[in-house]
């Protein structure tokens, strides 16, 4: 998150940008954060700073298209796998292997709603994996009960490294179907212990995956269903 930090005018800064989010879809954030980012200044940071670093080439771009930032002091260091696999813990008691896995906070930018609808559909047309978010918050979509009977999604909250590791191994696949990334961490911290993922058709996925996952149209809850079919 942007902060505003850099007060002293004769100083050299650096400046990562790890996404754009708060400025392409602000109502996805609270009050406190909207004043956040604005109290930041983002793009005033980013035109002062000596050298601004993004996190991948699509963060780069908007970068340089919404702040108007010479391309020359604007370059990329991708973030690399996320945190390398440790000695896994026991999994949730009760949670059997080979369940749709989502890591992260539940935020609108992460769609939690949308593949709450996406597994409900999937499983009216016969998928047994259960849905299961490792993250803080609840999406408003989790009320009631899936499609066909089945158990509503199960929330954990916040997990241990162990018991994320215990997650990632358990998983029959990772799904990330966000509206919006800077880079994903978790599609490639899921690959990384050999579970493959289901991603959006976004550029950031497109550089750091390649064809290493399935990709949907973002936004599409049939399409999501038929990938988690698959």
Known sequence: APAPLAVSPGVPLVLTVHDLSFEHRPSDFSAYE???HLLARPRRLARRATRVIAVSEAVRGQAIEAWGLDPERVVTVLSGPGRPPGAAGAPPEGL???????????????????LIEAHAGARARGLRAELVFAGPGRPAAASGRSAGGAAAPRFLGRVDDPTLDALYAGALALACP???????????????????????????????????????????????????LR
Not at 96 to 114: C, I, M, N, Q, W
Not at 182 to 188: A, I, S
């Open 34 to 36: 909207r004043l956040w």
């Open 96 to 114: 059997e292997p080979g369940f749709v896995l989502a890591v992260g906070a539940l935020e609108p930018r992460k769609r939690p709603d949308l």
């Open 178 to 228: 966000s509206r919006e990334e800077g880079f994903g961490f978790t599609p490639l911290e899921a690959a990384a212990r050999g579970t493959p993922a289901i991603v959006a058709d976004l550029a950031p996925f497109r550089e750091t995956l390649g064809d290493a996952a399935l990709s949907v149209a973002p936004g599409d809850p049939d399409a999501l269903a038929d990938a988690l």
